[in-house]
């Protein structure tokens, strides 16, 4: 059975504790290699190898820092066919997905911040001809950086990638569900040439290993991503030791659909904002809201595409659909499902788990499933559901959509659908998120700020928020 090791100091090491934990591939429900089980003492040993490392890192000149990451990207981009396979197995993904998309961002994102920090500057403001005041940013210490599941190699680099490229050591922990692509990044960082203790990967358990990080007193940075109830159990530890947080926490995003939309491109893009990744994207679109005039001929395209949709095999081209990430989120899910029964949703599609015949008949697979009959303000429609369960309502006036698109503790993203572009803007004011999509779902431009309101998160990443993020400022003031 394969073992995934720590990276430590430079190192592949075995846990202290002597521990695994099982990995189990999710398509088939087997466990197929060992994450390490670590605790406290091994983040410790992190934290000491970054400590060590930080003055030749953070001292490094800028190309020579960008060398190293340019290195650590075009590898990933040669190892792009293991990578993706190991992402498919551990997360359940289709192959093709983690190829085309997950695993060249995750190349993308260290390319983007190698080159990024060699235009990152700081702002100067001059006092008439009497005083000068300039702006430092340094690299800060040993960050902390904790990422999900649901893509777990992106999610994971498109953290590491700017602290690493701000001058930083980083001290990081990958969900326990999927470790297998972050093991690979650490050996492709030794075969990079990155010095030893600048990144250091600690796998293991969220309340043992990911709570000694975010209580450790020397690491004074945390940048997370994950679920709303662990963003604020991480800020609840925090805040009296005065950390600096970066929070990318959960979603409910309403997808808006007005009459005068692009109606092929709308139901296509839809399906696509729907169910990617068995719709375990924090970006997903679960709430669908159709201008009246056009509900029924759209529920009815729709839920016909949706119909055509491959659940199975995540290793086979055909599959659209492929595996939820574990047997507990399988489970979560599916109890949803009955939830939206009971409060009165009619299943318009799915709402069953899938056996498909073979390898995978014992795999965690749900159909993909759309529920009508459902007022925006119950359970179906307020809570975070991560997977393959959207709710779909129509609405008369903008007003009235606005209303329930803004309803609930969330705001990371929306999706507006309409060829007038006056109501476009209009509606994008007014929607509580952090990111709006106008007649496009997913198009990233990693120079954006990327986050959510209200109890989506705290903080931006992307682009130079990220730098900044990871950079401690001080205002230089002279007098002449
Ligand atoms: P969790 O919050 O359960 O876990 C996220 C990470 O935090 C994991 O590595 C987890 O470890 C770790 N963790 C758990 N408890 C603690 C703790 N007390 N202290 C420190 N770390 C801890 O989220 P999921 O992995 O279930 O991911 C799904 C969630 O992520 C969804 O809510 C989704 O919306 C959100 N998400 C948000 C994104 C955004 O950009 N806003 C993007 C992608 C996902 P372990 O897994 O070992 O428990």
Request: net charge negative; aromatic share 8%; with cysteine.
């Amino acid at each position: 059975m394969q073992k995934i090791l720590n990276y430590i100091d430079g190192n592949l090491l075995e846990p202290s504790t002597g521990q695994y934990l099982d990995n189990i591939n999710p398509a088939t429900a087997e466990v197929y290699s060992l994450c390490p089980n670590s605790d406290a003492s091994d983040v410790e040993l992190a934290y000491q190898a970054a400590a060590a490392a930080f003055p030749i890192w953070s001292e490094m000149p800028t190309a020579k820092r960008s060398k190293i990451m340019m290195r650590i990207a075009q590898l990933i981009e040669q190892n792009i066919d293991e990578l993706a396979l190991a992402e498919s197995i551990d997360q359940g993904k289709p192959l093709w997905l983690a190829k085309n998309g997950e695993i060249p961002r995750a190349q993308e994102n260290f390319h983007f911040f190698a080159t990024a920090i060699e235009h990152f500057a700081s702002e100067a403001h001059a006092m008439g001809a009497h005083a000068l005041n300039y702006t430092l940013r340094t690299p800060i210490g040993v960050v902390a950086c904790i990422s999900p599941w649901n893509l777990p190699l992106y999610l994971f680099t498109w953290k590491i990638a700017p602290a690493l490229a701000a001058g930083n050591c980083v001290v990081a922990k990958p969900s326990e569900i999927t470790p297998m692509t972050a093991f690979l990044l650490s050996k492709i960082c030794i075969e990079a040439g990155l010095p030893k203790g600048v990144l250091n990967i600690v796998h293991g358990l969220g309340p043992s290993v990911g709570s000694a990080m975010v209580a450790h007193p020397n690491i004074s940075v945390i940048s997370f991503t994950g679920g709303t109830k662990t963003g604020a159990e991480i800020a609840r530890v925090a805040a009296p030791m005065f950390k600096k947080l970066s929070l990318e926490l959960g979603g409910k995003n309403p997808n808006i659909i007005f009459a005068d939309c692009d109606f092929e491109k709308t139901v296509k893009e839809s399906v696509r904002a729907s169910f990617t990744n068995q719709g375990e994207i924090c970006l997903c679109g679960s709430r669908i809201y159709v201008e009246r005039s056009i509900y029924e001929k759209f529920k009815t395209a729709f839920v016909s595409q949706v119909q055509q949709l491959v659940v199975g095999d995540p290793l086979l081209d055909e599959t659209k659909v492929g595996a939820i990430a574990s047997k507990m989120h399988f489970e979560k899910v599916l109890g949803y499902i009955e939830l939206a029964k009971e409060e009165g949703g009619t299943i318009l599609c799915g709402g069953n788990a899938v056996s498909p015949e073979g390898r995978c008949a014992n795999g965690y697979f749900i159909a993909p499933t759309v529920v009508e009959g459902l007022g925006h303000l119950c359970r179906t429609n307020q809570e975070e559901i991560f997977g393959p369960l959207v709710t779909i309502q129509p609405f008369d006036t903008e007003a009235e959509v606005l209303e329930m698109a803004n309803s609930t503790s969330y705001g990371l993203a929306c999706t507006i659908w309409t060829e007038n572009l006056n109501k476009a803007h209009r509606v994008a004011a007014q929607i509580k998120s952090g990111i709006v999509w106008i007649n496009c779902w997913l198009l990233r431009d990693l120079r954006t700020p990327f986050g959510g309101m209200k109890q989506s998160g705290v903080g931006r990443e992307g682009g130079w928020e990220a730098l900044r993020f990871f950079t401690e400022m001080k205002n230089v003031c002279v007098k002449f």
